[in-house]
């Protein structure tokens, strides 16, 4: 009896021990994401702009050249939480991956951008700080003026709202930073900074949420960063698409046999502007680099800080954006340049165009310039094939799943506040991050205000666009295996191919009641593939 009592102790002992290595090894998490930042704007994906921290992960890590979006900052941000589709219902339906965490003892801290409701420490966030909103003037995010400044420029909303703020669980309309040297970006990394240094010695790991509002507009930099970019883009957007097509090429990141799309039809050539138009908007974009190098040098900040504490190379670090770059123009006065706090400008169609080189469109399209976005992984202690370029498809709604896999987690069955919890669409990408080959998605898919909507099936990507140049609703088949940047319409040699895409995608939208939770009317959810 005592033998047999002394081999259960040992057992369950050994058992015990051997589920607290387990958890011991669980890497920290720190999820990055820029906002509106184009597909080559960083230097490890063929940019000229600085960004040597970024560049520093992808060296240590791999990069994905083929990982996908929802082509707008909320729904992209929906599905980086909760590993589903965005039409679900956003948080409605589905539990964010800080909720998962939260139940294996991780402690969690987000800043930024949420651009999600409710707040995020009623969706399992213990520490927050950031911009509850979709943007914000980046020196003061409120309407009142500081003393001394000019009014802060600000794009007004449906009856003149602020944006609204929060700081820990308390939101703010009209957030105004007592600190005239605010800027979002830098307060952002000062939170992270300031929240790993507090947790330092916690046994725990950390989850930290590192959401940045850059490089979205309205365009704001310190005068300092933009000086770096004064004369870089002089040259004009022809010039810089063709240098950064050519260093794509030489990275890896495309092929020899991948063309440069054309010039976008509603973007002019840079030699027809007048002297003036052309500085006007070599500004423009020397500001939107200037906002990226911050960035960049707020996560070296942060990097720094892990380095310092002991934990960098336990600690799975993801940098993406949250769709490609934007086109719109959102100009409050085109007398004020860019850059301080009484201005409010947009990048517009020209550089937007410029910063998805090699792709087409941008952003709130369902092509490859709105739904494709680079992705770097780095983890040191299990990232093995350094500096690889992955050609592997991946998609937002796979972070979560991989995040889950990392620390042991799994799916719960029911979260507070969500009635009805879904299953997650996404699938694990450690598969990838070990360097193993990961089971691809079926089907990948796209909608995007009934006005772009798309299907990828292995190599073929069927899009249905409502706003094509001719202004009639067309279908284009792509085969992204030898033409990625969507150039030659197949759909006519395939016909079959695309419509069981069309029915795949029919299907896709109408499990879990999606139209109930989109934009989209009824009655124009469907693809139309000519039968002829």
Same mark, same amino acid.
């Given at each position: 009896?005592?033998?047999?009592?002394l081999?259960? /102790?040992?057992?369950l002992?050994?058992?015990?021990?051997?589920?607290?290595?387990?958890?011991?090894?669980?890497?920290?998490?720190?999820?990055?994401?820029a906002?509106d930042?184009?597909?080559?704007?960083?230097?490890?994906?063929?940019?000229? #702009?600085?960004?040597?921290?970024i560049?520093?992960l992808?060296?240590?890590?791999?990069?994905?050249k083929?990982?996908y979006?929802?082509?707008?900052?909320?729904?992209?941000?929906?599905?980086?939480?909760?590993?589903?589709?965005?039409?679900?219902g956003k948080?409605?339906?589905?539990?964010?991956f800080?909720?998962?965490l939260?139940?294996?003892?991780?402690r969690?801290?987000?800043?930024?951008?949420?651009h999600?409701?409710?707040?995020?420490?009623?969706?399992?966030?213990?520490?927050?700080?950031?911009?509850?909103?979709?943007?914000?003037?980046f020196?003061?995010?409120?309407i009142?003026?500081?003393?001394?400044?000019?009014?802060?420029?600000?794009k007004?909303q449906?009856?003149?709202?602020?944006?609204?703020?929060?700081?820990?669980?308390?939101?703010i309309?009209g957030?105004?930073?007592?600190?005239?040297? +605010?800027?979002?970006?830098?307060?952002?990394?000062?939170?992270?900074?300031?929240r790993?240094?507090?947790?330092?010695?916690?046994?725990?790991?950390?989850?930290?949420?590192?959401?940045?509002?850059?490089?979205?507009?309205?365009?704001h930099?310190?005068?300092?960063?933009?000086?770096?970019y004064?004369?870089?883009?002089?040259?004009?957007?022809?010039?810089?698409?063709?240098?950064?097509?050519?260093?794509?090429?030489?990275?890896?990141? #495309?092929t020899?046999?991948?063309?440069?799309?054309?010039?976008?039809?509603?973007v002019?050539?840079?030699?027809?502007l007048?002297?003036?138009?052309?500085?006007?908007k070599?500004?423009?974009?020397?500001?939107y680099?200037?906002?990226?190098?911050?960035?960049?040098?707020?996560?070296g900040?942060?990097?720094?800080?892990l380095?310092? #504490?002991?934990?960098?190379?336990?600690?799975?670090?993801? +940098?993406?954006?949250?769709?490609?770059?934007?086109a719109?123009?959102?100009d409050?006065?085109?007398?004020v340049?860019?850059?301080?706090?009484?201005?409010?400008?947009s990048?517009?169609?020209?550089?937007?165009?410029?910063?998805?080189?090699?792709?087409?469109?941008?952003k709130?399209t369902?092509?490859?310039?709105?739904?494709?976005t680079?992705?770097?992984?780095?983890?040191?202690?299990?990232?093995?094939?350094?500096?690889?370029?992955?050609?592997?498809?991946?998609?937002? #709604?796979?972070?979560l799943?991989?995040?889950?896999?990392?620390?042991?987690?799994?799916y719960?069955?029911?979260v507070?506040?969500?009635?009805?919890?879904?299953?997650?669409?996404?699938?694990?990408?450690?598969?990838?991050?070990?360097?193993?080959n990961?089971?691809?998605?079926?089907?990948? /898919?796209?909608?995007?205000?009934?006005?772009?909507?798309?299907?990828?099936?292995?190599?073929?990507?069927?899009?249905?666009?409502?706003k094509?140049?001719?202004?009639?609703?067309?279908?284009f088949?792509y085969?992204?295996?030898?033409?990625?940047?969507?150039?030659?319409?197949?759909?006519?040699?395939?016909?079959?191919?695309a419509?069981?895409?069309?029915?795949?995608?029919?299907?896709?939208?109408?499990?879990?009641?999606?139209?109930?939770?989109?934009?989209?009317?009824?009655?124009?959810?469907?693809?139309?593939?000519?039968?002829?």
């Amino acid at each position: 009896m005592r033998y047999l009592s002394l081999v259960l /102790f040992i057992t369950l002992f050994t058992n015990s021990y051997a589920e607290h290595q387990v958890k011991a090894k669980r890497p920290n998490i720190l999820v990055i994401v820029a906002d509106d930042m184009g597909y080559s704007d960083v230097g490890c994906f063929g940019g000229e #702009i600085a960004t040597p921290n970024i560049d520093q992960l992808a060296k240590e890590g791999i990069k994905l050249k083929n990982f996908y979006n929802n082509a707008k900052c909320g729904p992209s941000r929906a599905s980086l939480l909760t590993g589903q589709y965005p039409h679900k219902g956003k948080l409605r339906t589905g539990v964010t991956f800080a909720e998962v965490l939260k139940t294996e003892g991780y402690r969690t801290i987000m800043t930024g951008k949420w651009h999600q409701s409710p707040k995020p420490t009623d969706r399992g966030w213990d520490r927050y700080y950031g911009l509850t909103d979709g943007c914000c003037n980046f020196w003061n995010p409120g309407i009142e003026a500081r003393e001394g400044e000019p009014a802060p420029g600000r794009k007004k909303q449906k009856g003149d709202k602020p944006r609204m703020w929060a700081i820990e669980d308390k939101e703010i309309a009209g957030y105004v930073p007592e600190n005239k040297d +605010f800027y979002t970006t830098d307060a952002f990394t000062d939170y992270a900074v300031d929240r790993l240094e507090e947790y330092q010695e916690e046994t725990k790991p950390f989850c930290l949420y590192l959401a940045y509002t850059a490089p979205h507009y309205p365009l704001h930099a310190w005068a300092s960063d933009i000086k770096k970019y004064k004369d870089t883009y002089k040259v004009g957007w022809d010039v810089i698409r063709e240098k950064r097509y050519q260093r794509m090429k030489k990275m890896g990141i #495309i092929t020899n046999n991948t063309l440069l799309s054309k010039r976008d039809e509603k973007v002019s050539s840079w030699s027809s502007l007048t002297t003036k138009e052309k500085q006007e908007k070599a500004h423009l974009m020397a500001v939107y680099a200037a906002m990226v190098d911050r960035m960049d040098q707020g996560i070296g900040r942060v990097i720094a800080k892990l380095k310092e #504490i002991g934990k960098y190379d336990n600690t799975l670090i993801l +940098f993406m954006s949250d769709n490609g770059a934007c086109a719109e123009t959102v100009d409050l006065d085109v007398s004020v340049p860019a850059g301080g706090v009484a201005s409010y400008r947009s990048l517009g169609q020209e550089w937007a165009n410029a910063s998805n080189t090699p792709y087409k469109k941008f952003k709130a399209t369902s092509y490859e310039g709105g739904v494709k976005t680079p992705l770097i992984a780095c983890w040191p202690n299990a990232i093995k094939h350094q500096e690889e370029v992955i050609t592997k498809r991946a998609h937002v #709604i796979d972070i979560l799943p991989t995040l889950m896999e990392v620390a042991g987690a799994s799916y719960p069955t029911t979260v507070a506040g969500v009635k009805k919890l879904l299953p997650m669409d996404g699938k694990s990408m450690l598969p990838i991050l070990r360097g193993e080959n990961k089971q691809p998605h079926e089907y990948l /898919f796209w909608e995007y205000g009934a006005t772009y909507k798309a299907v990828l099936y292995h190599n073929l990507k069927l899009v249905e666009d409502k706003k094509s140049i001719k202004g009639e609703t067309q279908q284009f088949l792509y085969k992204l295996d030898e033409d990625d940047n969507e150039l030659k319409n197949v759909i006519d040699q395939y016909p079959k191919e695309a419509k069981k895409m069309a029915a795949a995608w029919n299907m896709w939208w109408k499990q879990d009641n999606i139209p109930t939770n989109s934009t989209s009317k009824k009655g124009n959810l469907n693809f139309i593939i000519n039968e002829e």
